[in-house]
């Protein structure tokens, strides 16, 4: 989360927060958790140091303890040994110096972290660069008062107070070995060598000693394994961009495979806690696996679990795991990754740890609005050797007829999921871009064209093959709808889902389950050997078994001596070529015209690139003067930078996207689609492509205000007059020729459907609809063709909320948020304010209110509460224009549930 929100609003207008990140700062025998921000003011930069909530969200989490210029009396460096530095999960340890004055730091494992020191070292060496006009930091006198501590910044560069003073009393000499939270130092056989004995990150669970993880050592001295990620690392340029291409087309000539044990294990756990040893699961194997991937699902079903993705079960299941782990080996925790309920955690043995880099986690909901993460996916990235692995544990949309509702959450999943690289300039990694792939989870895929009692008849006679031929994600992965390019193991054990909870019975519920095997596991590369595919009926917690794969993946290792004469061969024929020719390519066409652009409808076309020069180039889409990115934001190329090897070629997507913040402005005409995109080589020239198309105007994106004066469809309004629409939005005293609608003719077509269709519809409002169904809702209702909306209720429902969600204004406008939250805990004051508000939004308000009123009446059939209705609702008809805080939250679903409760105005 960007943390830089709540500093931004503790600073004067005319400065900024670049960047924050939150660290711990290192005493001598306690930490003490700091947000570190990147001021800048006038070309002057700073860190500021405050001390803070657990998450800051706003000024209010945060409070002023320190300042420390970035002057010539600044310096930082890395104080992570070489050791730490490889090791997989290792934080960074950096010594920031101010005059007489020190302070230790370690900054969380990632990306973040990395970019955040990357902008501090890129400030200081500009300083350093021009020593003779050192900055004044004047400007930091305003925040003297705002600082708590007792020996903070008195002066214009004071200096360090509270949090530099602290530390250096209680600084003494480097910890013994035996001391808690620190790095244990010991001389190798070569003399001078120091060894760290690394022990957990702060995301381990705290479920072993740090002890049990001291022998995590590697070498300091750079291997012919990791001399290619250091060629990956930002510093490097054109050249070793060079090298880099030249050693990945090469890599066969270097590299040797070497076979590698992979435990994974799946497990819808149905919102339990363990109440028995997972050890039948997890250790089922006669040989210690080499690197663990186990995935949960449905971890916690409660309320709190889902809207504020907290939950204790995490520490339970992960003990239970780590407790349940091979007994005949020893493991390295590397990562944890959860969304709500579902979660992956990646432990490995402790003899491999030095080989595994480039650890990223990343998180993709798919549930209602396509952001809720009751369903998606979470997934853990990583370097192997030389090889690189995707571990993905998903679960996907319920219901045995939803299994187009599941191929679309699993094309969403592979499209939006994607991994910082090292590199911040380079594009993310997807899932696909990965040399093995591995994915879990409930897929809940169900068994189709067969009743309960057939499908039983089946399993008893263990005709598994019979059976699994009406499985829904065999038939869609034969009918190439999902996992294209996936493997699955044979399935020779009976279904893992349904079950009475705490026996084998299957479920004896009204419903009545038709088994199926919802637990999955599938993969995708290259050497690649299934050992074992398994349910564990022994296990009895869920309504689910868990399921397990063990893979043997042959990973890619590096032969020091080929990759050594590799290498210099590679650098020698670069010399040559070096400066004798200048890039240059040829582009498959210029102008891109894209036709009839919709709210929320992607559009790509590709853009080809073929070098025709005599060395190998790299290009990169550039700002032009005075704008702030390279391309207006309905627009993206995908990749926007790269590197092409001589004579090879590259297929770039430009995709056009208009979403809720787009939308405004094409709707009313002030912007079209209209773009030039300057294409840059390094050491070329710059090629200029045209990108136009036409937009169809929505009532997505169009305000309240100008929907309630459109008789026609928006679509058959001349621009002009959505234009001036536009101008007027807001203005109550505006001469109207005719009596404006009440409420948008649009919200009252989804509303209208939903009361005659859906009032009793199971989970609605909770459950998304089709993409391909709201485009038809779309179109029907910015046409006004047909009369009667299609797609399903789920799809109807969904669009309703994108409708409210995509609104230049907010139903309660952004003028009254502050009101709303001060008035929450009193009924009448809420009645009030929404009284006050111009005449359409308090008609919208008060219309959907009711109508929410009439669904809770029908709780008993839709699953619907009052607490459900205020979280889904509240943040769309009343948000902030600035990111909410977790009590804001609270306090807006308060205020609408007075009028849930017991009616408005």
Same mark, same amino acid.
């Given at each position: ?160 107070? +509270? ?38 990150? =702060? ?162 909901? +798919? ?60 594009? =993310? ?18 068994? +189709? ?111 020091? *001596? ?43 076309? +590709? ?69 030039? @995109?300057?294409?840059? @080589? ?43 629409? &536009? ?40 459950? =998304? ?39 230049? *204004? ?63 609702? &509240? ?12 009590? *804001? ?17």
């Amino acid at each position: 989360m960007d943390q830089s929100v709540a500093i931004q609003e503790t600073l004067e207008k005319d400065d900024n927060c670049a960047i924050a990140v939150q660290c711990d700062v290192l005493f001598d025998d306690v930490e003490e958790s700091r947000l570190l921000g990147l001021v800048e003011s006038a070309k002057e930069y700073a860190i500021f140091i405050y001390t803070h909530r657990r998450m800051a969200i706003t000024a209010e989490d945060v409070s002023l303890e320190d300042i420390i210029p970035i002057s010539l009396d600044f310096a930082v460096v890395e104080v992570s040994s070489p050791e730490e530095l490889v090791v997989v999960g290792a934080d960074t340890r950096v010594r920031i110096s101010f005059q007489d004055q020190e302070l230790e730091l370690r900054l969380p494992f990632g990306s973040h972290s990395r970019i955040f020191l990357g902008e501090v070292n890129k400030v200081w060496s500009d300083v350093c660069r021009s020593p003779t006009q050192e900055p004044k930091f004047e400007w930091i006198n305003k925040y003297h008062k705002g600082t708590t501590g007792q020996g903070v910044v008195k002066q214009t560069i004071a200096p360090l107070g +509270t949090t530099l003073s602290k530390l250096n009393q209680h600084r003494k000499t480097e910890k013994s070995s035996d001391k808690k939270g620190t790095l244990e130092k010991e001389k190798g056989s070569n003399g001078g060598t120091q060894k760290s004995k690394v022990y957990s990150s =702060p995301e381990s669970p705290n479920i072993s000693s740090r002890e049990d993880r001291d022998d995590l050592v590697r070498s300091s001295s750079h291997t012919p394994s990791n001399k290619a990620q250091i060629l990956a690392m930002p510093q490097f340029g054109l050249r070793d961009n060079l090298i880099r291409c030249e050693l990945l087309k090469n890599e066969d000539l270097y590299t040797y495979l070497e076979p590698f044990s992979f435990f994974l294990g799946t497990y819808n756990v149905n919102g339990q806690t363990p109440k028995e040893s997972l050890r039948p699961w997890l250790s089922c194997t006669p040989n210690p696996p080499d690197i663990y991937c186990v995935g949960f699902q449905e971890l916690d079903l409660s309320k709190e679990a889902f809207f504020f993705n907290d939950t204790p079960k995490e520490q339970e299941w992960s003990k239970a795991v780590f407790e349940a782990l091979h007994p005949e080996a020893k493991y390295a925790f590397v990562k944890l990754v959860r969304l709500v309920g579902i979660m992956l955690i990646f432990y490995v043995k402790k003899e491999h740890a030095e080989f595994i880099s480039d650890v990223e986690t990343e998180t993709v909901g +798919t549930g209602i609005m396509g952001r809720m993460g009751n369903k998606g996916a979470v997934a853990v990235r990583f370097r192997f050797h030389n090889s690189d692995i995707c571990v993905v544990n998903s679960h996907l949309a319920a219901h045995t007829e939803e299994y187009e509702r599941r191929n679309q959450d699993y094309k969403d999943i592979c499209g939006r999921l994607q991994f910082r690289q090292i590199d911040p300039t380079q594009p =993310p990694l997807t899932i696909m871009k990965h040399n093995v792939i591995l994915w879990i989870g409930d897929l809940n895929y169900r068994i +189709t064209d067969l009743d309960v009692d057939k499908v039983k008849e089946l399993i008893s006679k263990k005709d598994f093959e019979t059976l699994h031929s009406y499985d829904q994600l065999k038939r869609q992965i034969d009918e190439e709808a999902v996992f294209e390019g996936f493997e699955e193991g044979e399935i020779d054990f009976q279904p893992t889902y349904k079950y009475d909870t705490g026996s084998d019975k299957w479920d004896t519920s009204e419903k009545c389950r038709v088994p199926a095997w919802c637990d999955r596991i599938l993969w995708r590369g290259k050497n690649i050997d299934q050992q074992h595919y398994q349910s564990h009926m022994a296990l009895k917690t869920s309504d689910h078994k868990p399921v397990s794969s063990l893979l043997v993946v042959g990973i890619k290792r590096v032969n020091g *001596e080929a990759y050594k004469k590799t290498f210099e061969e590679i650098v020698r024929n670069i010399d040559k070529m070096e400066n004798e020719c200048i890039p240059s390519v040829t582009l498959s066409k210029r102008e891109f015209h894209f036709q009839d652009v919709k709210f929320m409808h992607h559009q790509a076309e +590709t853009l080809s690139l073929f070098n025709d020069g005599q060395v190998p180039c790299q290009f990169e889409f550039i700002q032009k003067p005075n704008e702030p990115t390279y391309c207006k934001p309905w627009l993206t190329a995908n990749p926007s930078k790269g590197f092409i090897a001589q004579g090879g070629s590259v297929d770039i997507e430009l995709e056009v996207f208009v979403n809720r913040s787009t939308a405004p402005e094409l709707n009313s005409g002030v912007q079209q689609i209209e773009d030039i @995109l300057v294409l840059h @080589l390094e050491r070329g020239k710059d090629y200029f492509i045209s990108v136009t198309g036409n937009y169809l105007p929505s009532c997505y994106g169009t305000s309240l205000y100008s929907l309630c004066q459109l008789r026609e469809p928006i679509q058959d309004m001349p621009q002009e007059t959505l234009r001036e629409l &536009a101008e007027m939005s807001g203005t109550e005293n505006a001469a109207n020729t005719e009596k404006p609608l009440d409420i948008p003719k649009e919200l009252w077509m989804m509303v209208d459907h939903l009361f005659r269709n859906a009032i009793k519809q199971e989970d609605i409002f909770q459950q =998304p609809g089709l993409r391909s169904e709201f485009a038809e809702i779309r179109n029907c209702l910015d046409t006004g063709m047909p009369d009667s909306l299609p797609g399903s209720n789920h799809s109807v429902a969904e669009a309703l909320l994108l409708f409210l969600d995509a609104l230049p *204004e907010p139903v309660v406008p952004y003028s009254f948020y502050q009101q709303c939250l001060e008035c929450c805990s009193n009924a009448s004051q809420c009645e009030k304010v929404i009284s006050m508000l111009p005449q359409c939004h308090k008609n919208v308000f008060n219309y959907l209110a009711a109508f929410l009123r009439e669904l809770l009446k029908n709780s008993a059939s839709n699953r619907l509460d009052v607490s459900i209705l205020a979280t889904i609702f &509240a943040s769309l008809l009343l948000r902030s224009s600035k990111k909410q805080d977790l009590a *804001e939250k609270r306090k807006t679903q308060e205020f609408f549930q007075h009028f849930l409760a017991q009616g408005s105005s």
